[in-house]
């Protein structure tokens, strides 16, 4: 069954960095994207790196994030640099377009 399993979250004060680990099984590794939702906000995409290891971010991370890949394990990776209050929110992996299944997400604070 498809599993995504996320980590790496924690509270974190403003421009301190995090690392957030996906680890991804039962769907085709192809285009896996970051998304994140915060409280009262629709889910967003944040970034999605290719197969080949394109990769395209959101305005709001731009220069702040890199997402990255391991193909042999499985796993994307989002480094989070400079962080700021509203970077808090509950992130997710997810294919690119995502699927309808969802991990258990990792919380993500920023204290000011």
């Known amino acids: 069954q498809v599993q995504l399993v996320e980590s790496g979250g924690g509270l974190v004060q403003a421009g301190g960095s995090l690392r957030l680990s996906c680890a991804v099984s039962g769907i085709i590794f192809s285009i896996m994207g970051w998304y994140r939702q915060a409280p009262g906000k629709q889910r967003e995409l944040v970034a999605f790196?290719?197969?080949?290891?394109?990769?395209n971010y959101a305005d709001s991370v731009k220069g702040r994030f890199t997402i990255s890949r391991d193909n042999a394990k499985n796993t994307v990776y989002l480094q989070m640099n400079s962080l700021k209050p509203e970077d808090t929110a509950v992130y997710y992996c997810?294919?690119?377009?995502?699927?309808?299944?969802w991990g258990q997400g990792t919380q993500v604070t920023v204290s000011s």
């Open positions: 997810n294919k690119y377009p995502y699927g309808i299944n």
């Open positions: 790196i290719t197969g080949a290891g394109g990769t």
